[in-house]
């Protein structure tokens, strides 16, 4: 019924002698002669056109030009409707974050990188983990069981084409909590800047304020959880390095107590001296006796004297050197040599204790200790005016589209009637 009396319209409008259709008229026909009366006069004078197939030809062409043109004027104006009165609005609370390493020294490969206009190659490694984190599903279920954000993200607060059904997957959910959080790190500063969008501007700015808590405490306990693993291991390792010095202690002592010998060294050092003295004095007796010998008769009682001394100086020299270095069952040289083999075992173990008591401190430090620090260079914001949609953006955006999308199906019609022709 439409399209007739659409053509009619255009059919008596172009022919001058007779007065065309308008809409006015078309109502008083119906209040006269009622709806099918209506009906009949109009499929009456429609036969008219009909039996002209050009004239029908060229009103039926028209009448699709019409039909795309209406179309495409419904989507504008639904989508415009939909942007600028149903679609919610969201509230965006922004902050700024510094990641700083507080271990980091210096050196030419960061020199290097601060003259590129880049941060350090830790603090861009830390800023990515800190993006990861808050992205991350574990994130979010913190954040969930305190904003319950699963239950707005499917609540009526969302325009029906946003909400999330009911029956949506955890996965679902994670995606959409990520459309809302915006999270860029700006390699030549180093800031890495955070942002997160509801309709509620407080809960906006509260859920800012939870995730930059969260990240300032889990940055520092991944480095805690890496000392605690490392403070295990290095536990394990002292306590081996601590027995070992202790067993080379009593092996030591017990060598000591067998020989009754507090440092053999020093022993071996008294009778090399002791020799040394003997062999002094004994030249000089031998000088003595070959002086005296010259005037006196050898059984004089001074030559039988020095003869005597002699004898038992070079005895004394020979058992000393024997105990030394003889046939005994413990010479000193042999006792000295073990003796200095459990000493350097024991001076050994000792340094390696001393190594692994003070990397165990260390470690124990490390383990309370924040090797990161986060900045906040700038606090969550209290939003004052909702930031999406931009909503004379998305209206000039739908604008062109659809301009853009008529036109190329104007272009296709044209092309497939062409072709036809």
Known sequence: MIKKLIQLFWFEKTKKEEEHRTIRKNFARIRRHGLLGTLERLNKDYKQIDTDYITKSILNERYMKLKLRFAFILVFLVSSFYVVFL????????????????????????????????????????????????KSLDVYTLVDQKFHLTQHYKSD??????????????????????????????????????????????????ILEFLVQNVDYQINEFNRKKAKKQLKFIEGEFAKAREKMENSSAQLEAYQNKHLLLDPTAEATSSSGIIAELEVSLTQKQIEYATKKSYLNEDNFELVNLKNEIRQIKQTIAKTKKSLTGNEDNPLNKVLIAYEKLKMQLEFDTEVYKNALIQLETTKIDVVKNDKTLSVLSKPNLPDGYTYPNKPKVFITILIITLLMYGIFSMLSQIIKDHKE
Do not use: W
Not at 106 to 124: A, D, E, K, Y
Not at 158 to 185: C, G, M, S
């Open 87 to 134: 679609k919610s609005e969201l509230y965006e609370s922004k902050t700024a974050l510094v990641v700083r390493d507080m271990n980091q020294n210096p050196t030419s490969s960061t020199l290097g990188l601060s003259l590129l206009g880049m941060g350090s190659s830790s603090q861009l490694q830390d800023s990515k983990i800190v993006e990861e984190y808050l």
């Open 157 to 206: 607060a969302i325009d029906f084409v946003e909400r999330l059904p009911e029956d949506a997957t955890q996965e679902k959910v994670l995606d959409f909590y990520n459309k809302h959080l915006v999270v860029y790190y700006d390699e030549v500063s180093g800031i890495l800047s955070v942002a997160f969008a509801h309709v509620d501007p407080k809960k906006a700015q509260e």
